[in-house]
């Protein structure tokens, strides 16, 4: 489809912010499928881990994202469960905002809700406690 005149270039112009991102996180997800998180010494350790020895929600995101990068979805699971799945939703979340961006429509802020963000914050302190139980050691990366 050919993009004319001023409307469609103010068209192509709004997406700028969402292609923007993606064209961040696709350079840092290049990084990370070149330099290997799985090596010790690559990248810091998480601070949580560190001080405490436990791990947080976060912990084996680094070595999911270069699992991710190599195709290796089982690998990717076992690092971080919870990341794999929070994956196709940021999709979903950026292909809602690059499509309103199009649209001339502004980003709602429906994601930003209070009930959604205690949700996550309940479903990763469950994630967080339930990684570093006996129970849930199958969670851990």
């Known amino acids: 489809m050919e993009v004319t005149g001023r409307r469609g270039w103010d068209?192509?112009?709004s997406l700028r912010a969402p292609f923007g991102?993606?064209?961040?996180?696709?350079?840092?997800?290049?990084?990370?499928?070149?330099?290997?998180?799985?090596?010790?010494?690559?990248?810091?350790?998480?601070?949580l881990?560190?001080?405490s020895g436990l791990y947080c929600?976060?912990?084996?995101?680094?070595?999911?994202?270069h699992d991710l990068a190599h195709a290796d979805l089982a690998g990717a699971a076992r690092m971080n469960l919870l990341f794999v799945f929070c994956v196709p939703v940021v999709i979903t979340l950026w292909a809602r905002w690059a499509?309103?961006?199009?649209?001339?429509?502004?980003?709602?802020?429906?994601?930003?809700?209070?009930?959604?963000?205690w949700g996550l914050l309940v479903v990763a302190a469950v994630f967080a406690v339930g990684r570093n139980t006996p129970l849930g050691q199958f969670l851990a990366p």
């Open 11 to 13: 068209r192509v112009w």
């Open 21 to 47: 991102a993606a064209a961040a996180l696709t350079a840092a997800v290049a990084f990370l499928a070149v330099v290997d998180p799985h090596e010790p010494g690559h990248y810091p350790v998480c601070p």
């Open 49 to 51: 881990y560190y001080l």
């Open 57 to 65: 929600p976060g912990c084996g995101a680094l070595r999911a994202v």
């Open 99 to 117: 499509l309103r961006s199009w649209q001339g429509r502004p980003a709602r802020p429906d994601i930003a809700r209070p009930a959604y963000l």
